[in-house]
C-alpha cells in the first residue's frame, strides 16, 4: 500500500493535513490506513479524462511526493496555480505526461488506491505514480 502520509505531502492546499512524510508515530513508513480500490472506484478511476486532473507526480518509491523524488507536472497553469497557492511555471505544463501518468494509473486500475479527496496512487515498488482530480 501506499502510505497516506507521502501522499498527503504533495499538494497542501487541497485541503489535506501536511505530514512530510512522517506517519503518526514519527516514523517513515506506512501507516496501513489507505482505502484499496474497489470495483466502483475501479469503474470511476477508469472514466477519468486526463482534462479532470489538477496535476499528477511521479516519483521513487516509498518516498514522499513533495516533489525532491520526482516531478509534478500540471494540466492547466491558471488551475494549478490556484489550488496549489502560488505560480505554476510554463516548463510544469505538460499536458501528454499528464494523459500519460493518468493511463499509467489507468491500466493498472485493479492495483490503485483511491486515497481520498480525488487521490489515486498506483506504485509499482520503483515508481510512484499520483493523479490529482479536480
Do not use: F
Request: hydrophobic share 30%; net charge negative; proline share 2%.
Amino acid at each position: 500500500m501506499i502510505p497516506v502520509d507521502y501522499v498527503h505531502n504533495t499538494i497542501d492546499n487541497i485541503g489535506v493535513v501536511v505530514h512530510d512524510g512522517v506517519n503518526a508515530q514519527g516514523a517513515r513508513g506506512p501507516t496501513g490506513d489507505t482505502e484499496m480500490a474497489d470495483p466502483k472506484k475501479v469503474e470511476e478511476l477508469l472514466a477519468l479524462t486526463s482534462d479532470q486532473l489538477v496535476s499528477v507526480y511521479v516519483g521513487k518509491s516509498g518516498r514522499c511526493a513533495c516533489g525532491c523524488s520526482g516531478k509534478h507536472r500540471y494540466w492547466d497553469a491558471e488551475e494549478g496555480s490556484k489550488r496549489r497557492g502560488y505560480a505554476v511555471d510554463a516548463d510544469e505544463v505538460n499536458r501528454g505526461y499528464v494523459r500519460q501518468t493518468l493511463g499509467t494509473i489507468q491500466l493498472h486500475a485493479e492495483q490503485a488506491e483511491y486515497e481520498g479527496h480525488g487521490i489515486w496512487c498506483y506504485d509499482d515498488g520503483k515508481k510512484m505514480y499520483v493523479a490529482y482530480v479536480r
